[in-house]
T-cell receptor, first 112, second 116 residues
Framework: DAKTTQPTSMDCAEGRAANLPCNHS???????VYWYRQIHSQGPQYIIHGLKNNETNEMASLIITEDRKSSTLILPHATLRDTAVYYC?????????????FGSGTQLTVLP | DTGVSQDPRHKITKRGQNVTFRCDPISEHNRLYWYRQTLGQGPEFLTY????????KSRLLSDRFSAERPKGSFSTLEIQRTEQGDSAMYLC??????????????FGAGTRLSVL
């Protein structure tokens, strides 16, 4: 699986959009970008995933650059409950049941 | 809520004792994963089942660790002769192998183990 690079920490004001970047310059053509988050003392929570098109669901939007070497997770209106560690993971989605390889993630702190 | 359930949530044990954790996956999920997470680190993969078959084990899974999924439903993770280095959060996840949500892993809340 391709290696990812994320900032260690970020702050965001409550009600504003939180934009979390991820670099994955060695991504292969069949690898997807997944985002999970982990709120303190809880298990990781799936947020969204995508291959090359931008994706949106009820939680967030995922913007993947045209060359697929980086992506941004957008939480449109951050709340205090969005304070968590956010993990960007690149892996093959289909066929193989590969495990998730977590890095250190980005600690997002939403400030009141 | 029919998410992944783990029991117990917390376990304190003395060094040298055996411990067993249980994971009940989402009912229609045939894949089940165990991860371990230490403070300040992301989760690390331990092992994976498809139905009752254990298909992959990490080198992190020493011979003191054993996992089972006897009927392809719930799973247990046993640690024998616990050591202080085993202190961690043990996370279970499950996923489908087919359909729209294929390979999306859903996690339980974890079992926090403290070895004294």
């Amino acid at each position: 699986d391709a290696k990812t690079t994320q900032p260690t920490s970020m702050d965001c004001a409550e009600g504003r959009a939180a934009n979390l970047p991820c670099n994955h310059s060695t991504i292969s053509g069949n690898e997807y970008v997944y985002w999970y988050r982990q709120i303190h003392s809880q298990g990781p929570q799936y947020i969204i995933h995508g291959l090359k098109n931008n994706e949106t669901n009820e939680m967030a939007s995922l913007i993947i650059t045209e060359d697929r070497k980086s992506s941004t997770l957008i939480l449109p209106h951050a709340t205090l409950r969005d304070t968590a560690v956010y993990y960007c993971i690149v892996r093959v989605a289909t066929g193989s049941a590969r495990q998730l390889t977590f890095g250190s993630g980005t600690q997002l702190t939403v400030l009141p | 809520d029919t998410g992944v359930s783990q029991d117990p949530r917390h376990k304190i044990t003395k060094r040298g004792q055996n411990v067993t954790f249980r994971c009940d996956p989402i009912s229609e999920h045939n894949r089940l994963y165990w991860y371990r997470q230490t403070l300040g680190q992301g989760p690390e993969f331990l092992t994976y089942f498809q139905n009752e078959a254990q298909l992959e084990k990490s080198r992190l899974l020493s011979d003191r660790f054993s996992a089972e999924r006897p009927k392809g439903s719930f799973s247990t993770l046993e640690i024998q002769r616990t050591e202080q280095g085993d202190s961690a959060m043990y996370l279970c996840a499950s996923s489908r192998s087919a359909g729209a949500a294929k390979n999306i892993q859903y996690f339980g809340a974890g079992t926090r183990l403290s070895v004294l």
